[in-house]
């Protein structure tokens, strides 16, 4: 069945038997996505920012500007980076006492998730690295592309894919290692369901000599409740130590598919795992524990071609923009996988407060970055 007949089956389907207000819902809430007369997707534009920095200065924290990209597609990363839009982006700085130039810290990039910049998480854990002597810069990958708080949650996700996360944790990496307060040499990156994805996508390593060639690779990566449905089409890694933290009531992480991706990654490097039994997803929220309604991948793997990097959805071509195609273009392909692939959307994950769970996970993080990041100074 051609793509159009799904959206005109699917549009149908919801214009008969539900409605102007569902169809009013689906413009707002899913970009019109699915509906006949939806072709294409408006991301925000690009905010103005301040001046990227290349070097920092012993005294700086808060706010840092450094220069990025957006990709979109991971394809566009892998063989036409040069070419990809460049502009600012932006991360926060947070320094432990007493970090200076002749006593150098390490330091982690905090990648949130994708509902945005939490005030029980991200920061949370910046505060916490610090009172254990780590720096920590927490990234802000959608503000920097002109979403707001108020953009719906799909448009979010849209503004941002992986791969320009990806491309803003390395070269995050490149300005932070050039802070004399830091060690260059001791940096790991953190993420937390979205970023925690993207935390384990930093491991490839043709991704960091295409964006930071000449520095050192993340020492450590902290993967927090990221799912394993989506691979970057090879094993190898840069051999930085990786840690998953995931709980088995977490149906938008399959414990299974997560067993064979750490395994592969543990072929060239050191590998952890905690499975906090009866753990749900974002255990540090405020949001009361419960079984909420949200979409995940199930049932079907993703992944990209080791060469080209077009997508790939269980091995066979998924419907990718053309080559020359614009963000909002790439972003309405990338979104047509609901109605391309309707079998791989799964309704329902445990979300919310678990202060149990939240506390067994900092404890483990604490202790593998003495291991991999203190120690290893």
């Known amino acids: 069945m051609t793509r159009l007949k799904k959206a005109l089956l699917f549009s149908g389907l919801v214009i008969t038997t539900i409605g102007a207000g569902f169809i009013y819902h689906i413009e707002t809430e899913y970009a019109g996505i699915g509906l006949p007369w939806t072709s294409s997707i408006k991301l925000p534009d690009l905010p103005e920012l301040p001046a990227p920095?290349?070097?920092?200065?012993?005294?700086?924290?808060?706010?840092?500007y450094f220069s990025?990209?957006?990709p979109y597609d991971f394809s566009e990363l892998l063989t036409n980076f040069d070419n990809t839009l460049q502009h600012t982006g932006k991360g926060e700085l947070v320094l432990p006492k007493g970090a200076s130039a002749e006593n150098p810290v390490p330091a982690i990039i905090i990648l949130h998730g994708s509902g945005g910049i939490e005030p029980n998480r991200e920061p949370v854990y910046a505060q916490l690295f610090a009172e254990n002597g780590i720096a920590s810069l927490i990234i802000d990958y959608y503000s920097v592309r002109g979403a707001t708080k108020d953009s719906t949650y799909l448009m979010k996700t849209l503004s941002a894919s992986e791969t320009d996360i990806l491309v803003d944790a390395y070269s995050a990496l490149k300005v932070l290692g050039t802070h004399p307060a830091i060690d260059a040499s001791r940096i790991a990156v953190t993420g937390y369901s979205y970023g925690g994805m993207v935390t384990r996508y930093a491991l490839d390593p043709r991704v960091k000599a295409i964006i930071a060639p000449e520095v050192p690779p993340f020492a450590a990566h902290i993967d927090v409740y990221g799912p394993c449905h989506q691979t970057l089409g090879t094993t190898e890694t840069t051999g930085g130590?990786?840690?998953?933290?995931?709980?088995?009531?977490?149906?938008?992480?399959?414990?299974?598919?997560?067993?064979?991706v750490h395994g592969d990654i543990a072929k060239n490097g050191p590998v952890e795992t905690l499975l906090i039994p009866g753990a749900g997803h974002a255990w540090e929220s405020d949001r009361p524990r419960d079984l909420y309604d949200f979409p995940y991948i199930t049932n079907c793997s993703f992944s990209f071609d080791e060469k080209t990097g077009s997508a790939l959805i269980n091995g066979q071509p998924a419907a990718t923009a053309p080559q020359d195609a614009g963000r909002n273009e790439r972003a309405f392909a990338r979104a047509m996988v609901m109605v391309d692939a309707p079998e791989c959307i799964g309704k329902g994950y445990v979300i919310g407060s678990d202060k149990k769970a939240d506390a067994a996970a900092k404890q483990r993080m604490l202790s593998f970055m003495d291991t991999y990041l203190k120690d290893a100074g």
């Open 68 to 70: 990025t990209r957006s």
């Open 241 to 260: 130590a990786y840690l998953a933290i995931f709980g088995d009531d977490d149906n938008s992480v399959d414990i299974n598919v997560c067993e064979q």
């Open 53 to 64: 920095k290349t070097t920092l200065t012993e005294d700086q924290s808060g706010d840092i």
